[in-house]
């Protein structure tokens, strides 16, 4: 089973960006989904967005988008979370995640079974 590993979190002011990686140890299918999620302390996990890797669909939630992008290189076996116009409320742990999920919309973290370790972002005001 592949194993995925994020890298890319730090501390910026509001307004600054990060970009996030999530490799894979393998191979993915096609028919895999690649997502994002984060959690603040004391709260549920939130989808951010997800990517079908066969198709390239994006799917983001309300509260990211225009302002997350998401994207894939395929022959890095990676997938990143570009983030513009950060703010103090996008701090969290950020984790990437990876199942055969296919659906409009981003799923809920309970339709992936293969998880990230998780990096984390902070932005201060």
């Known amino acids: 089973q592949v194993q995925l590993v994020e890298s890319g979190g730090g501390s910026v002011q509001a307004g600054g960006s990060l970009r996030l990686s999530c490799a894979s140890t393998?191979?993915?299918?096609?028919?895999?989904?690649m997502a994002w999620f984060r959690q603040s302390p004391g709260q549920e996990r939130e989808g951010v967005g997800v990517?079908?890797?066969?198709?390239?669909?994006?799917y983001y939630a309300d509260s990211v988008r225009d302002r997350f992008t998401i994207s894939q290189d395929r022959a890095e076996y990676t997938v990143y979370l570009q983030m513009d116009n950060l703010q103090p409320e996008d701090t969290a742990m950020y984790y990437c995640a990876a199942d055969y999920v296919d659906e409009t919309g981003v799923p809920p973290a309970s339709e992936f079974h293969t998880w990230g370790q998780g990096t984390q972002v902070t932005v201060s005001s």
């Open positions: 990517i079908l890797l066969g198709t390239g669909a994006t």
């Open positions: 393998g191979f993915l299918p096609d028919s895999v989904s």
